[in-house]
């Protein structure tokens, strides 16, 4: 089975700080998409960044970068400059073969 | 954004009983829509992707009598849950992809989730 691993369940960062998690995912197509989404208490789902496996250069969405490194699959998301709002559950994924698969997410918890 | 609805985003029902959930795209055409559901503290698992006009695709393990998908046009698919029992009591999350444009890159939008406690 392609899966998306997310081996961090929790992390805590002090408020202002800077936090990585980390995502590794195996896939056999050549073409697929990655992302990381945010789903606070409201169950929402929040779409942070996506990142084109095609692209190297790695995405950047204000407070929110990936390292994109394709040859190892793996996947991490930095937010920098941590806040209080930050703190949510984060599921990696990866869309391929018109299927998004979710890794088993890490809750993000902000330290004030 | 692309906004999805579902509706309703709670429900209780007794045991034996159906219940229907609605997911609608708001402001652009969902060629295709999936199912997923998250027990608590989980991740999301896929039960089934639904494309307008044709029959859904169940993933292993999911009953498909169980789990009645309609997606009959592309803005509306509904997932009923027939003869609920406690154990499918679950918080069911529906997501549409549209086609064209920005939307074909893989980005699914997501609607508001609804829990269903069956007695």
């Known amino acids: 089975a392609q899966t998306v691993t997310q081996s961090q369940p929790e992390m805590s960062v002090q408020e202002a700080e800077t936090v990585t998690l980390s995502c590794t995912y195996d896939t056999s197509e050549s073409d697929y998409y990655l992302f990381w989404y945010k789903q606070p208490p409201s169950r929402q789902m929040i779409l942070v960044i996506r990142q084109e496996a095609y692209k190297q250069q790695n995405a950047t969405e204000n407070r929110f970068s990936v390292n994109f490194q394709k040859a190892a699959k793996s996947f991490s998301l930095k937010i920098s400059d941590s806040q209080l709002g930050d703190a949510a559950m984060y599921f990696c994924?990866?869309?391929?073969?018109?299927?998004?698969?979710f890794g088993g997410g890490t809750r993000l918890m902000v330290k004030p | 954004g692309a906004v999805v609805s579902q509706h309703p985003s709670w429900v209780i029902c007794k045991s034996g009983t159906s219940v229907k959930i609605e997911c609608r795209s708001l402001d652009f055409q969902a060629t295709t829509m999936f199912w997923y559901r998250q027990f608590p503290k989980q991740s999301l698992m896929l039960m089934a992707t639904s494309n307008e006009g044709s029959k859904a695709t169940y993933e292993q393990g999911v009953e498909k009598d169980k789990f009645l998908i309609n997606h009959a046009s592309l803005t509306l698919s509904t997932l009923t849950v027939t003869s609920a029992h406690p154990e499918d009591s679950s918080f069911y999350i529906c997501?549409?992809?549209?086609?064209?444009?920005?939307?074909?890159?893989?980005?699914?939008?997501f609607g508001e989730g609804s829990r269903l406690t069956v007695l």
């Open positions: 994924a990866r869309w391929a073969g018109n299927m998004l698969t």
């Open positions: 997501s549409a992809r549209g086609t064209g444009g920005p939307l074909n890159t893989g980005e699914l939008f």
